[in-house]
């Protein structure tokens, strides 16, 4: 940090000055900076939704947080808020928090104020912003350009773009003298090809409105297939990887060295494996029988399929695997059906990588489910060993929230564990960007 920073505060989160005008920069996401080709920087990472932040202090050299916290509820009459700071224990207070800028600035004011961050200063604010369209294939310092273009796809994101845009208005008032660093969720699935990305609808509705697959969980499959060629010693440059993202929201993506040739959702993050509240991949059919038979309006169809369906709509109990995981095994048909038709049409997406990429080289499970549940991983894996794909299930029973292989050692595809780190990314891609400046 420079003597002019150091002196600006005495303590608290401090603002480096910029003496250049920022410009438009851009890092090829198809990097991971590793920490020996960083600059030593502290980095906030930003994850705006439309009534929640949440937010991570990252230091680029080791990858260390040093603080995290969320606020939810903003917009209520009370909001919730959780903060950690070090190795100590989360602090859980209700905020006062109208509004986007009032959460950051109320989180914020307690971050400066903790003993452990005295004196730190933040160089740089990573926000991850879900929706770049067609315009973003890399990570980009924000200007009023680039604002101007997450505003411009709004359409596609109606849900997630406006609040991630609240953050990074909220975010450079707090921070006006570093630069603001836009990671999207598309970027990693640009390098599809036309056969991956297109649907079979006139063309024009391509060219007039951007109605193709876009793929969302970008960052994270990116930090997890370049992890998985480190833990799985593979080629860097010649690889075939299926990685398969399983929380709430669930994706996979095919990566061929290096890059995202396939992807299962679509326009938006309702396509695709069946998740937590959303369907997945649907016959369009269903919409229309969806506003005849129940007479329902269009905005009434969407909050069907993102919010009631998937595996609360499927079970009819819970979207959180581990509630029906819990069911199930005291008997809950419903909530048994619900788990194998999850995994079933997991199983199916590997199926299809396995022909899109021509083989495989290794698969990762990561996210939630991917990472904390054995029962789900094998039962996707499950009637693919004539494919080579064969688990271990001591190996599986053990890896939890840890990096693990967890296929035989003759399996001829390696399957993992590969706990992701999307903050990392959002903060590595900052720095590297903040350096270039």
């Known amino acids: 940090m420079s003597d002019e920073g150091k002196d600006k505060e005495n303590k608290g989160l401090q603002s480096i000055s910029s003496p250049l005008p920022l410009i438009l920069s851009v890092f090829p996401s198809s990097l991971i900076p590793h920490r020996s080709s960083l600059p030593p920087m502290l980095v906030l990472v930003i994850n705006c939704g439309s009534s929640s932040l949440?937010?991570?202090?990252?230091?680029?050299?080791?990858?260390?947080?040093?603080?995290?916290?969320?606020?939810?509820?903003?917009?209520?009459?009370?909001?919730?808020?959780?903060?950690?700071?070090?190795?100590?224990?989360?602090?859980?207070?209700?905020?006062?928090?109208?509004?986007?800028?009032?959460?950051?600035?109320?989180?914020?004011?307690r971050l400066r104020e903790h003993p452990e961050l005295a004196g730190v200063a933040v160089g740089a604010v990573g926000h991850r912003v879900v929706h770049g369209g067609e315009r973003f294939a890399?990570?980009?310092?924000?200007?009023?350009?680039?604002?101007?273009?997450?505003?411009?796809?709004?359409?596609?994101?109606?849900?997630?773009?406006?609040?991630?845009?609240?953050?990074?208005?909220?975010?450079?008032?707090?921070?006006?003298?570093?630069?603001?660093?836009?990671?999207?969720?598309?970027?990693?699935?640009?390098?599809?090809?036309?056969?991956?990305?297109?649907?079979?609808?006139?063309?024009?509705?391509?060219?007039?409105?951007?109605?193709?697959?876009?793929?969302?969980?970008?960052?994270?499959?990116?930090?997890?297939?370049?992890?998985?060629?480190?833990?799985?010693?593979?080629?860097?440059?010649?690889?075939?990887?299926?990685?398969?993202?399983?929380?709430?929201?669930?994706?996979?993506?095919?990566?061929?060295?290096?890059?995202?040739?396939?992807?299962?959702?679509?326009?938006?993050?309702?396509?695709?494996?069946?998740?937590?509240?959303?369907?997945?991949?649907?016959?369009?059919?269903?919409?229309?029988?969806?506003?005849?038979?129940?007479?329902?309006?269009?905005?009434?169809?969407?909050?069907?399929?993102?919010?009631?369906?998937?595996?609360?709509?499927?079970?009819?109990?819970?979207?959180?695997?581990?509630?029906?995981?819990?069911e199930a095994a005291g008997g809950d048909v419903r909530c048994r059906e619900a788990i194998d038709v999850f995994c079933y049409r997991a199983r199916q997406v590997i199926g299809s990588y396995l022909a899109t990429l021509g083989g495989c080289d290794a698969i990762a499970f990561t996210a939630g489910i991917g990472e904390n549940s054995p029962e789900v991983r094998a039962g996707i894996c499950a009637g693919l060993e004539g494919l080579g794909i064969q688990i271990d299930s001591a190996a599986n029973e053990a890896a939890v929230g840890t990096e693990a292989r967890i296929s035989t050692e003759g399996a001829s595809i390696p399957v993992w564990v590969v706990p992701t780190n999307e903050e990392l990314v959002i903060a590595r891609d900052a720095a590297r960007l903040a350096a270039q400046r």
């Open 138 to 326: 890399e990570s980009v310092v924000v200007d009023e350009e680039v604002r101007d273009a997450i505003l411009d796809a709004f359409d596609l994101a109606p849900l997630h773009n406006p609040a991630n845009l609240k953050g990074i208005e909220a975010a450079r008032a707090a921070f006006p003298d570093v630069p603001h660093v836009a990671v999207f969720d598309t970027a990693f699935h640009q390098t599809l090809p036309p056969e991956a990305y297109l649907y079979a609808i006139p063309r024009r509705l391509y060219r007039r409105y951007g109605i193709r697959r876009y793929g969302f969980h970008g960052t994270s499959h990116r930090y997890v297939s370049r992890r998985l060629v480190e833990a799985a010693g593979l080629d860097p440059q010649r690889h075939r990887i299926i990685t398969l993202h399983l929380g709430n929201g669930c994706s996979a993506c095919a990566v061929r060295d290096g890059k995202s040739v396939d992807t299962s959702m679509g326009m938006t993050p309702t396509g695709g494996m069946v998740m937590g509240t959303r369907c997945g991949d649907l016959d369009p059919g269903v919409v229309f029988e969806l506003l005849e038979k129940d007479e329902l309006t269009p905005a009434e169809v969407h909050t069907q399929l993102n919010r009631f369906s998937g595996l609360l709509g499927l079970s009819g109990y819970a979207a959180d695997m581990r509630d029906l995981l819990a």
């Open 54 to 109: 949440k937010l991570d202090l990252i230091e680029t050299e080791d990858g260390g947080t040093k603080a995290s916290g969320v606020v939810e509820r903003i917009g209520a009459v009370t909001a919730l808020a959780r903060l950690t700071v070090g190795e100590g224990k989360a602090e859980r207070f209700p905020l006062d928090a109208p509004d986007h800028a009032r959460a950051l600035d109320q989180m914020l004011k």
